[in-house]
């Protein structure tokens, strides 16, 4: 039997969301082991003089209790 735990993550990049979630699984990865999944919940951006100074990204990472 199988049993699968959900945590969530937020991260942030100034490049995009995808290198902000990049970011983020390479950063669990290092403490949580057995990811199986990941999925993107929410994205949003800090603006800065009319432009976007950062990209966020609110993660769901689901992995398996050993």
Do not use: C, P
């Amino acid at each position: 039997m199988s049993v699968l735990k959900v945590i969530e993550l937020l991260a942030s990049s100034t490049v995009s969301w995808e290198d902000a979630a990049h970011k983020a699984i390479a950063k669990a990865s290092k403490s949580v082991k057995n990811i199986k999944s990941v999925y993107i919940k929410d994205q949003s951006a800090a603006v800065t003089n009319g432009a976007i100074s950062e990209y966020r990204a609110t993660l769901k990472v689901t992995f398996e209790l050993d």
